[in-house]
């Protein structure tokens, strides 16, 4: 039998208990510690240790840990934690800046130390069969892809506004399905909420392949809405991650007999088909994978050097919409430059 791994979490907030929660029960790992300065006045630690700083967990002795402080904290925390030779699941947005992520990308690969960030929407059960069907081409080419993320104000977060906070989701999604990159990326936002950062995001882009991208986030909506759509020249396809249901609308290929259709040189209405799929919690995906990962299984993780993408993406998008201007990249790996 092997050793069960040792891990630890930081951050006992509204995600860090669900870390606690799933950590708890996941096989082949023991929680050995948990560090809030806050302590633990709800029982979240799921009775696992409760200390006061990161340095009481590495003296505990662990094999990894999870991060899910506030972002801005990401890249102190982390860096100590690649000194100690940890590896580390940091919660998204791997850090506030595109510095931060650069230095944290660095710390981890040059020491070879597994790493990942939490992008949970990559578990979700419908954008998992939603890219397993992209890469087995049953869109044919792609055309757009539109995100929809939107919702009432989130009272827990303080740190960050919409776009690192939530249209990161959108940004790491639409690039890990496709395995396209961005190009180019231009933004408008609002501000309507009295706090110092954007409530709402309105931004179109462009991916290496010449995919049209939609990404519409806020917290200024009563209705929560987590969409996400697909059009190619087969169909369309829809997940709605909050029910983990994904839809097909095929385009349809019966002859009509309707003269004034048949003038119509574009697309129609075809079958509908909603997919059955298993819906397992994203969150113990996530965690599953990232397991296997540290002991040295191949699995689908987001990667450091992924999430730094994610942050370079947002960074510009909130460029562009402070400058008016387009951001384009140039080239994957490079920082961008507005024209």
């Known amino acids: 039998m092997t050793a069960a791994l040792k891990a630890g979490l930081i951050g006992l907030g509204s995600m860090g208990r669900h870390h606690a929660r799933v950590l708890m029960a996941l096989e082949g790992v023991d929680l050995v510690g948990v560090v809030d300065p806050m302590g633990d006045k709800n029982g979240w630690a799921q009775g ?145 909420s009295g706090r110092p950062y954007e409530d709402m995001v309105s931004a179109v882009g462009r991916l290496s392949d010449g995919t049209m991208v939609n990404h519409l986030v806020n917290w200024l909506s009563p209705l929560k809405e987590r969409f996400t759509s697909v059009t190619g020249e087969r169909g369309c396809l829809i997940a709605d991650t909050l029910t983990a249901d994904l839809t097909f609308y095929s385009n349809a290929s019966v002859a009509t007999e309707w003269e004034a259709l048949r003038a119509f040189r574009g697309v129609s209405e075809g079958d509908m088909i909603r997919y059955a799929i298993p819906k397992r919690e994203p969150l113990l995906v996530e965690h599953e994978l990232f397991r296997d990962a540290v002991q040295g299984l191949s699995a689908d993780i987001c990667t450091l050097r992924q999430g730094l993408r994610t942050v370079e993406v947002a960074a510009s998008l909130l460029d562009s919409a402070r400058t008016g201007r387009t951001v384009v990249f140039e080239r994957e790996e490079s920082i961008p430059r507005g024209v």
């Open 48 to 192: 696992a240790p409760v200390l006061r700083d990161v340095e009481e967990l590495l003296d505990v002795g662990i094999d990894y840990a999870v991060v899910a402080c506030p972002t801005g904290l990401h890249e102190e925390i982390g860096l100590r934690l690649a000194d100690a030779g940890v590896c580390v699941l940091i919660e998204k947005p791997l850090a506030d800046s595109v510095e931060g992520a650069l230095r944290l990308v660095h710390a981890f690969e040059s020491r070879g130390l597994v790493a990942g960030v939490g992008h949970i929407e990559r578990c979700n059960p419908a954008l998992r069969s939603l890219r397993d069907r992209l890469r087995e081409g049953e869109l044919g080419d792609l055309y757009q892809i539109v995100t929809r993320r939107q919702g009432p104000f989130p009272h827990r977060i303080a740190d960050v506004g919409v776009v690192k906070d939530l249209a990161t989701h959108d940004i790491d999604l639409t690039a890990w399905m496709t395995g396209r990159s961005y190009v180019s990326i231009a933004a408008h936002t609002v501000s309507k």
